[in-house]
């Protein structure tokens, strides 16, 4: 009988310690919808807005919390401008000494949620990066349009990350 009681004394000092926790979301229910117009593009980098956004809308979507809105009926709204590429050569190619045979390719966006009804920030102007590399095997960019799918997938994430921290 005291084995039992050891036990059950065990398992309420462990679920106390759960209180705390919740499984639902932190973010007001008629918070929970979004709307996420086409990023804007300053980096030089050709149709990398349209591939950020698309990865945005369906990191969203997977994450669940949120629900895609149509712009001027959603309660929140997420503003976002990729603001800059930067290509670093990592390694060189030993038969060409100085051509380059792998790339790091970090792509920096910076975000703004909108309240939609009073217009406050909610988030304004935060950076958010994300970092891949891609091999040139003599092509420069055909090796960087491959990477773009995974950079921008990367890049969402902490997108909406980043939105749901603010809650």
């Known amino acids: 009988m ?21 499984w639902t979301s932190t973010v007001p229910q008629e918070k929970r919808c979004i709307a996420v117009p086409m990023f804007e593009n300053d980096s030089g980098t050709p149709e990398i807005d349209a591939l950020l956004t698309q990865y945005t ?14 712009l001027g009926k959603a309660p929140l709204k997420l503003i976002g401008r990729v603001i800059r590429t930067d290509l670093k050569s990592i390694v060189f190619d030993r038969n060409f000494g100085s051509r380059t045979a792998e790339y ?35 092509d420069m960019l055909t090796g960087m349009q491959d990477a773009g799918p995974r950079i921008s997938k990367e890049l969402a994430r902490s997108i909406v990350d980043a939105v749901l921290a603010y809650w």
């Open 2 to 22: 005291k084995p039992c009681l050891t036990v059950l004394a065990a398992l309420l000092l462990c679920a106390a310690g759960c209180a705390t926790y919740t």
């Open 57 to 70: 809308l369906r990191e969203f979507q997977r994450e669940g919390t949120f629900k895609i809105g149509r």
């Open 104 to 138: 790091e390719y970090t792509l920096v966006a910076e975000i703004t949620l909108v309240e939609v009804s009073t217009g406050k920030l909610l988030i304004d102007g935060q950076k958010v990066k994300a970092k891949t590399t891609f091999l040139t095997r003599g």
